[in-house]
């Protein structure tokens, strides 16, 4: 089992920005990892994924406004960013991390990041509020 963390939550005026954090024991240096988001009755949403090879890929609706990076330093427990700026009201909801072992486009396709059963691990998920 892996713990997956995640935290930088909470509320924020539309334009803003806030940073989501992801961490996690390292099961293997070649995992793959997306940010998802999920509205109350609604599906979650798969947003931005980063893949074993350092790719990065994102939904249209966060295109040029949310960039996922990682953080390697600490080898023993990676971290994964979500850096979201220019905000909108519509980005409300709680935001799931999720990791598998990678590569995951070359087993999943290039959408992996939206695919729920591509990921064995999850966080408990952390709320992000947008205000007009």
């Known amino acids: 089992q892996v713990e997956v963390m995640e935290s930088g939550g909470g509320s924020v005026q539309a334009g803003g920005s806030l940073r989501l954090s992801c961490s996690f024991p390292e099961y293997t240096n070649n995992y793959c990892v997306a940010w998802f988001r999920q509205l109350p009755g609604k599906e979650r949403e798969g947003v931005a994924g980063s893949d074993s090879d350092g790719s990065t890929t994102y939904a249209d609706s966060v295109k040029g406004r949310f960039t996922i990076s990682r953080d390697n330093a600490n080898n023993a427990k990676p971290t994964v960013y979500l850096q979201m700026n220019s905000l909108v009201p519509d980005d409300s909801a709680t935001y799931y991390c999720?990791?598998?072992?990678?590569?995951?486009?070359?087993?999943?396709?290039?959408?992996?990041?939206?695919?729920?059963?591509?990921?064995?691990?999850w966080g408990q998920g952390t709320q992000v509020t947008v205000s007009s």
């Open positions: 999720a990791t598998d072992h990678g590569p995951c486009a070359g087993r999943y396709g290039s959408r992996y990041y939206t695919l729920e059963y591509a990921f064995g691990w």
